[in-house]
């Protein structure tokens, strides 16, 4: 177990580990599909989305909504249908739509009465606007892949991040669901890691590359790692 008294700042992964993106990735997906007379199982979406999400985000960096049009598209060129402009937009549109996992409200108003708290997602400013009110916390910082002009898994975010919370790297503790974008880059900068392992179709995994590393910590829900967290 950890002793949470080293830390004073907890970072966490935004789509993912405080928001079900998977429900809505999947939802705008499957529209898009349905409308071509496509189909394909959860699991497998979810494996190639985190494919495709891959790709986009590798060379010069361009905006999230760009990456998630780019996504759609490589849907398309997969299973040999063509996107509407309209169906390419409909992805970053819904992303404001994607709610919260039900126990991560609860979760960040126990953990900030103990920690400072912090945003450090592969995001556009704009669209973590849109998710900003449902989180129902005030965050110390957020840092985003706009921000950082880098998306996780490179150091980049977790970098500027390090420089904006003024806290030594020991002092801080990073949340997030993938081991990929989030406990891999983390540990190479010396922070300690949480996983949470959240419910997928792709268990284990979700709509993120797959890889292995050992997390310093891993729960099952945010519920759990507030109550680890702040006892009592």
């Known amino acids: ?25 999947l939802a705008a997906l499957h529209r898009i599909l349905s409308a071509h007379r496509k189909e394909m199982d959860d699991a497998t979406l979810l494996k190639l989305y985190g494919d495709f999400e891959q790709r986009s985000e590798q060379g010069a960096f361009r905006p999230y909504r760009e990456v998630l049009k780019s996504v759609v598209r490589q849907f398309g060129d997969e299973l040999r249908f063509t996107p509407t402009p309209g169906q390419m937009q409909s992805l970053p549109d819904s992303l404001s739509t994607w709610k919260p996992w039900p126990d991560t409200v609860a979760a960040l108003h126990q953990l900030k009465t103990r920690f400072r708290l912090a945003i450090l997602s592969n995001v556009d400013d704009d669209l973590f606007a849109l998710t900003r009110p449902q989180l129902e916390v005030e965050f110390d910082e957020v840092i985003t892949a706009q921000q950082a002009r880098a998306y996780k898994p490179s150091l980049k975010p977790f970098e500027l991040a390090l420089s904006r919370i003024k806290a030594p790297a020991h002092r801080v503790l990073h949340v997030g669901q993938s081991i990929y974008h989030d406990v891999i880059p983390a540990q190479a900068l010396g922070l300690a890691t949480v996983w949470v392992n959240r419910p997928s179709a792709r268990p284990g995994v979700g709509a993120v590359k797959s890889a292995e590393a050992t997390p310093d910590l891993t729960v099952t829900s945010l519920t ?9």
């Open 1 to 25: 177990m950890l002793d949470f008294t080293r830390y004073e700042i907890l970072t966490f992964d935004c789509y993912g580990t405080l928001i079900n993106w998977e429900a809505g990735i």
């Open 224 to 232: 759990e790692l507030a109550a680890a967290a702040v006892p009592g």
